[in-house]
């Protein structure tokens, strides 16, 4: 379970800035250096909420072409209605 109101947070980290890593702990990393003093747990979790509620997409992609996955927050267009 994440924490109350860190969905919400990492939803408005994607939105303001690029979070592109190559792996998902570098990516929690990187929202902690952008504000979110958490545990890779915690942020794991919110980040799951947010994609259970629409709002980003699943943050495993593999670009065409590629031999490895990425890591990164899209927000949704469900994001915007929020």
Do not use: Y
Not at 13 to 18: G, K, L, M, Q, S
Not at 42 to 66: E, I, K, Q, Y
Request: proline share 7%; glycine share 8%; with cysteine.
């Amino acid at each position: 379970m994440s924490r109350p109101g860190l969905p919400e947070r990492v939803l408005d980290i994607a939105r303001r800035h690029r979070v592109d890593e190559p792996n998902a702990e570098a990516g929690f990393d990187r929202l902690r250096a952008l504000g979110c003093a958490c545990d890779n747990a915690a942020l794991a979790s919110a980040v799951a909420a947010c994609v259970r509620d629409g709002t980003l997409a699943d943050p495993v992609f593999l670009a065409d072409g590629a031999l490895q996955c990425r890591w990164r927050l899209v927000p949704t267009p469900n994001a915007a209605k929020g």
